[in-house]
């Protein structure tokens, strides 16, 4: 085993858009820049945002650099080369996102972009706060570029409430937006390809201008015929020390604890595993070396370190982030 290896904590990569928040910076007593941000990219591996190790042997290591020097010992060992295949941030709203689809593994070829399936967990919401996720029953390609062009696009999309503890599965191919007042950790295959297809008739502050649409690249793309994703509720009941498998998809799987007392991990080295501190304060500790993670953040425990402990100070739910068995 690579004797550098650790849990590792990054920087957080912190990103400003016309529908930033501040539902970070006062849930989790984030730093954020000005006091508002649309995104913290937490764990990616991007030319446009790339994370940086923030402490320890391995301090101001390039995540890039840490694939290439350590491989599988660090991804896990279906890893094949390439990236690192997730990309986790934290999606702060204050405002509606746009209406938007990514492309799938089968159709991202026909526009040029990156498949991207993702899921988001809701760590925090307004009370009032909703998000739109696939097509209501009925509709078309034909009745959907109608609802384009009058602008009456809202009442085509299935909308839901959202309440902390919901996740929601987000495959390439579904329509979707969400609503303000969500605070998100989106788990997604690393890609940054977005199809805006509707932006509410707003304009940017900065240009006054429309922000650019891709109707045409959208359409491509838009799985048609897919049923809409159903959210997954939060039942306390199902919860607990044992694991809460909450999604498990091709791409990641997402598993939540509920804690008050020491846990140790079943690892292998088939994975890496991605810890967020969703409440409450635990303590990392795998191999020679730990991490402290508060409220709010995360941390990277590499495949090749065999035993993964996890204590709590009180109590604590634990996202636990990881690639799907093979």
Same mark, same amino acid.
């Given at each position: 085993?690579?004797?550098?290896?650790? @849990?590792?904590?990054?920087?957080?990569?912190?990103?400003?858009?016309?529908?930033?928040?501040?539902?970070?910076?006062?849930?989790?007593?984030?730093?954020?820049?000005?006091?508002?941000?649309?995104?913290?990219?937490?764990? $990616?591996?991007?030319?446009?945002?790339?994370?940086?190790?923030?402490?320890?042997?391995?301090?101001?290591?390039?995540?890039?650099?840490?694939?290439?020097?350590?491989?599988?010992?660090?991804?896990?060992?279906?890893?094949?080369?390439?990236?690192?295949?997730?990309?986790?941030?934290?999606?702060?709203?204050?405002?509606?996102?746009?209406?938007?689809?990514?492309?799938?593994?089968?159709?991202?070829?026909?526009?040029?972009?990156?498949?991207?399936?993702?899921?988001?967990?809701?760590?925090?919401?307004?009370?009032?706060?909703?998000?739109?996720?696939?097509?209501?029953?009925?509709?078309?390609?034909?009745?959907? $570029?109608?609802?384009?062009?009058?602008?009456?696009?809202?009442?085509?999309?299935?909308?839901?409430?959202?309440?902390?503890?919901?996740?929601?599965?987000?495959?390439?191919?579904?329509?979707?937006?969400?609503?303000?007042?969500?605070?998100?950790?989106?788990?997604?295959?690393?890609?940054?390809?977005?199809?805006?297809?509707?932006?509410?008739? +707003?304009?940017?502050?900065?240009?006054?201008?429309?922000?650019?649409?891709?109707?045409?690249?959208? !359409?491509?793309?838009?799985?048609?015929?897919?049923?809409?994703?159903?959210?997954? +509720?939060?039942?306390?009941?199902?919860?607990?020390?044992?694991?809460?498998?909450?999604?498990?998809?091709?791409?990641?799987?997402?598993?939540?604890?509920?804690?008050?007392? @020491? !846990?140790? !991990?079943?690892?292998?080295?088939?994975?890496?595993?991605?810890?967020?501190?969703?409440?409450?304060?635990?303590?990392?500790?795998?191999?020679? +070396?730990?991490?402290? !993670?508060?409220?709010?953040?995360?941390?990277?425990?590499?495949?090749?370190?065999?035993?993964?402990?996890?204590? @709590?100070?009180?109590?604590?739910?634990?996202?636990?982030?990881?690639?799907?068995?093979?």
């Amino acid at each position: 085993m690579p004797g550098d290896l650790h @849990p590792l904590v990054f920087e957080p990569v912190y990103k400003d858009y016309i529908w930033s928040g501040a539902r970070l910076a006062k849930r989790y007593s984030r730093a954020v820049p000005n006091g508002r941000c649309a995104e913290s990219w937490e764990v $990616a591996d991007r030319h446009e945002g790339m994370s940086v190790v923030k402490s320890g042997p391995l301090a101001g290591a390039r995540l890039d650099e840490l694939v290439t020097r350590f491989g599988r010992s660090l991804v896990g060992n279906p890893w094949n080369g390439g990236p690192f295949p997730l990309l986790v941030k934290i999606i702060d709203a204050g405002e509606k996102l746009s209406v938007q689809v990514h492309p799938d593994d089968a159709n991202a070829e026909r526009t040029g972009g990156e498949p991207k399936t993702e899921m988001w967990y809701a760590l925090d919401a307004a009370r009032d706060a909703a998000l739109y996720l696939g097509f209501s029953a009925g509709v078309t390609r034909k009745s959907f $570029a109608a609802a384009l062009a009058d602008n009456s696009v809202e009442p085509l999309l299935m909308k839901h409430r959202v309440s902390a503890g919901d996740a929601f599965y987000v495959p390439g191919g579904a329509v979707h937006a969400i609503g303000a007042g969500c605070l998100l950790l989106e788990v997604q295959q690393n890609s940054n390809t977005t199809y805006r297809v509707y932006d509410w008739g +707003r304009v940017d502050a900065k240009t006054g201008r429309p922000r650019e649409l891709h109707v045409e690249n959208a !359409l491509k793309v838009i799985r048609w015929t897919a049923p809409a994703p159903q959210p997954i +509720r939060h039942r306390t009941s199902e919860c607990g020390s044992a694991p809460h498998r909450m999604l498990e998809s091709p791409y990641f799987v997402l598993d939540r604890y509920d804690i008050s007392k @020491p !846990l140790a !991990l079943n690892r292998n080295s088939a994975s890496f595993d991605i810890l967020f501190a969703a409440d409450g304060a635990v303590r990392v500790t795998a191999g020679s +070396r730990y991490a402290d !993670l508060q409220a709010g953040t995360s941390c990277l425990v590499p495949a090749a370190l065999p035993d993964c402990r996890i204590e @709590p100070a009180g109590q604590a739910t634990l996202l636990r982030i990881a690639m799907p068995a093979r």
